[in-house]
Antibody, heavy 119, light 109 residues
Framework: QVQLVQSGAEVKKPGASVKVSCKASGYTFTSYDINWVRQATGQGLEWMGWMNPNSGNTGYAQKFQGRVTMTRNTSISTAYMELSSLRSEDTAVYYC????????????WGQGTLVTVSS | QSVLTQPPSVSAAPGQKVTISCSGSSSNIGNNYVSWYQQLPGTAPKLLIYDNNKRPSGIPDRFSGSKSGTSATLGITGLQTGDEADYYCGTWDSSLRGVFGGGTKLTVL
């Protein structure tokens, strides 16, 4: 069965960086794009960007341009999202989600990773 | 401020029907398929409806979707207490960026 398993919760200080992983199983990793979506406590879903695991191509929401980097390691079917220059407003649950290709729905989601930014 | 507009909350009694609206523009809903996601408390979102009105395997036909112009609607019939959740609409914009609604909290009275 398709699974996206994310790394554990993180606590970071303002100005630091965080790198969240998303390990895929149950399907061919390079056949689906991986997107990242975040959700602050009590708030809605916010799309951050996408990555094509086959080519490594990426596309980011303008809000995160210059602060986010999405990468992958195809040998271990794992995608990564790194967010730098963290501030308190970045405290949220970060989800990875799979799509067949851009314009398609997010059909499988990871369990989420809580990132807390606090001094 | 979410790109797509949803009502913050809706409620109905068990067994009744409820609809949730999602309003966008020609640069998103007007030119792309709409999906709906159900988020039960403390869990990740789950795909409920895709391509405006299609249900993934395992989703009961009590859930339905429709789209007209720049708006979409999720319908749920035969409400159950287990349907209490947050519901989000989502689509893509003309710049290939994902967009979501602010979410609607469903309460089954």
């Amino acid at each position: 069965q398709v699974q996206l398993v994310q790394s554990g919760a993180e606590v970071k200080k303002p100005g630091a960086s965080v790198k969240v992983s998303c390990k895929a199983s149950g399907y061919t990793f390079t056949s689906y794009d991986i997107n990242w979506v975040r959700q602050a406590t009590g708030q809605g879903l916010e799309w951050m960007g996408w990555m094509n695991p086959n080519s490594g191509n990426t596309g980011y929401a303008q809000k995160f341009q210059g602060r986010v980097t999405m990468t992958r390691n195809t040998s271990i079917s794992t995608a990564y999202m790194e967010l730098s220059s963290l501030r308190s407003e970045d405290t949220a649950v970060y989800y990875c989600a799979r799509v067949w290709e851009l314009l398609d729905p997010f059909d499988y989601w990871g369990q989420g990773t809580l990132v807390t930014v606090s001094s | 401020q979410s790109v797509l507009t949803q009502p913050p909350s809706v409620s109905a009694a068990p067994g009744q029907k409820v609809t949730i609206s999602c309003s966008g523009s020609s640069s998103n809903i007007g030119n792309n398929y709409v999906s709906w996601y159900q988020q039960l408390p403390g869990t990740a979102p789950k795909l409920l409806i895709y391509d405006n009105n299609k249900r993934p395997s395992g989703i009961p036909d009590r859930f339905s979707g429709s789209k007209s112009g720049t708006s979409a609607t999720l319908g749920i019939t035969g409400l159950q207490t287990g349907d209490e959740a947050d519901y989000y609409c989502g689509t893509w914009d003309s710049s290939l960026r994902g967009v979501f609604g602010g979410g609607t909290k469903l309460t089954v009275l």
